[in-house]
């Protein structure tokens, strides 16, 4: 089982930056896909980024494009998301997700676990 713990949410002025950590615990090793994933009011979940653990390769939405990075480090076993040039539009809680055999990065029930999630706030 793969505990996921999201930190470094906040708010921030548009054109601002923040970074957000996701920890992994468990049998994170087994895991060959790490992803971020966003969801505002009254909307579906969207894929943000994702990284493939097998050979770091990555996948980004277009909106998000040149603005975000996503990174892991296995050493330490955290997924990170470096977000700069925010837009209001950003605004969502973000989720760190993880799965055992994702295909598809931007399909949110292709991920077996979940953390709980962190605002990011930009105004």
């Known amino acids: 089982h793969v505990q996921l713990v999201e930190s470094g949410g906040g708010s921030v002025d548009a054109g601002g930056s923040l970074r957000l950590s996701c920890a992994a615990s468990?049998?994170?090793?087994?895991?060959?896909?790490m992803g971020w994933y966003r969801q505002g009011i009254g909307e579906e979940r969207e894929g943000v980024a994702a990284?493939?653990?097998?050979?770091?390769?990555?996948y980004y939405t277009d909106s998000v494009k040149g603005r975000f990075t996503i990174s892991l480090d296995n050493a330490k076993n955290t997924l990170y998301l470096q977000m700069n040039n925010l837009r209001a539009e950003d605004t969502a809680m973000y989720y760190c997700a993880a799965g055992l055999w994702v295909g598809y990065p931007s399909r949110p029930y292709e991920y077996n676990y979940w953390g709980q999630g962190t605002q990011v706030t930009v105004s």
């Open positions: 468990g049998y994170s090793s087994i895991v060959n896909c």
């Open positions: 990284i493939f653990t097998s050979d770091d390769s990555t």
